[in-house]
């Protein structure tokens, strides 16, 4: 056992209730038989700053930040990790022994892991990437992937707007394509990726048709309720190998258990199976 000290940690949102990561924390806390508890903090916008404030005198040794929070507690951190900064939003608050507080942004790392996971060979210099979306997801996991060595990131939005201001913050390798030329953007990738909410349990199916898309292309989705989205579907009836949202939200939350109770956990079949059945 890393520490004595009863540890608590949480996920703070508005709403809150809907959110998976007590599943995986509480599960790793029971495995590595820890004094600890991670809860549920529902906090209504008007109050984040007490409640980011609150956190070192209510003993908290961190929280994960989630919707809509992840943008406006990055101005309330005393630090904010390199990426954190790059990606512009936070999902992970570490309280450090003085008091103050560090901002990270795990998402980004995650999601790379979540591709070696199902692909142990995954390189990112292999081809270009083509990003559906352009929020949170999206300019963590474009940050993650030009990091990785993706020559080029394909980027495409229904909102040309927000596509374009993501573009003009991460370079000349982000090039923006019109939403209506998705399909034939395909054409060359190795990788797609899907970050919008579409094909999420009691949302229209994305709109998309694989047809240009390189037999040997990996398609990955963000989402992970349902495992296996329309999409991802799709893709697997055509051969491709494909990688859900699961993976991501899972090794995210690796780094800041670690931060917070001294352990680095591993991501086992056990703990898929003990999130799973809570969807």
């Given at each position: 056992?890393?520490?004595?000290?009863?540890?608590?940690?949480?996920?703070?949102?508005?709403?809150?209730?809907?959110?998976?990561?007590?599943?995986?924390?509480?599960?790793w806390?029971?495995?590595?038989r820890?004094?600890?508890?991670?809860?549920?903090?529902?906090?209504?916008?008007?109050?984040?700053?007490?409640?980011?404030?609150?956190?070192?005198?209510?003993?908290?040794?961190g929280c994960?930040?989630?919707?809509?929070?992840?943008?406006?507690?990055?101005?309330?951190?005393?630090?904010?990790?390199?990426?954190?900064?790059?990606?512009?939003?936070?999902?992970?608050?570490v309280?450090?022994?003085?008091?103050?507080?560090?901002?990270?942004?795990?998402?980004?790392a995650?999601?790379?892991?979540?591709?070696?996971?199902?692909?142990?060979?995954?390189?990112?210099?292999?081809?270009?990437?083509?990003?559906?979306?352009?929020g949170?997801?999206?300019?963590?996991?474009?940050?993650?992937?030009?990091?990785?060595?993706?020559?080029?990131?394909?980027?495409?939005?229904?909102?040309?707007?927000?596509?374009?201001?993501?573009?003009?913050?991460?370079?000349?390798?982000?090039?923006?394509?019109?939403?209506?030329?998705?399909?034939?953007?395909?054409?060359g990738?190795?990788?797609?990726?899907?970050?919008?909410?579409?094909?999420?349990?009691?949302?229209?199916?994305?709109?998309?048709?694989?047809?240009?898309?390189?037999?040997?292309?990996?398609?990955?989705?963000?989402?992970?309720?349902?495992?296996?989205?329309?999409?991802?579907?799709?893709?697997?009836?055509?051969?491709?190998?494909?990688?859900?949202?699961?993976?991501?939200?899972?090794?995210?939350?690796?780094?800041?258990?670690?931060?917070?109770?001294?352990?680095?956990?591993?991501v086992?079949?056990?703990?898929?199976?003990?999130?799973?059945?809570?969807?």
């Amino acid at each position: 056992m890393a520490d004595a000290r009863y540890i608590l940690a949480g996920v703070m949102g508005w709403p809150v209730a809907h959110t998976r990561s007590p599943a995986i924390h509480n599960h790793w806390i029971a495995h590595h038989r820890l004094k600890g508890a991670y809860v549920q903090l529902p906090v209504h916008p008007d109050r984040l700053a007490d409640a980011i404030r609150g956190l070192p005198a209510l003993g908290f040794a961190g929280c994960n930040v989630t919707v809509p929070h992840k943008v406006a507690a990055m101005a309330l951190m005393d630090e904010l990790t390199p990426t954190a900064r790059r990606v512009a939003a936070i999902n992970t608050i570490v309280v450090r022994p003085d008091g103050s507080l560090l901002g990270a942004n795990n998402d980004g790392a995650g999601y790379i892991q979540s591709l070696r996971d199902a692909e142990p060979d995954w390189r990112g210099d292999c081809g270009p990437a083509l990003v559906l979306g352009a929020g949170g997801a999206a300019r963590a996991i474009v940050c993650a992937l030009l990091d990785e060595g993706v020559p080029q990131v394909r980027l495409t939005n229904r909102t040309p707007e927000r596509a374009q201001a993501l573009a003009e913050v991460f370079g000349e390798r982000v090039q923006v394509v019109p939403w209506a030329e998705r399909h034939a953007a395909m054409a060359g990738v190795s990788l797609l990726v899907n970050t919008t909410t579409q094909g999420m349990h009691g949302q229209s199916a994305l709109d998309v048709a694989l047809d240009d898309l390189p037999q040997a292309a990996m398609v990955s989705d963000a989402i992970y309720i349902p495992l296996e989205t329309p999409l991802l579907a799709q893709a697997r009836a055509r051969g491709h190998r494909t990688v859900n949202g699961l993976g991501m939200l899972l090794n995210q939350a690796r780094p800041a258990f670690q931060a917070w109770f001294g352990v680095l956990p591993e991501v086992t079949p056990e703990l898929r199976a003990a999130v799973q059945a809570t969807f």
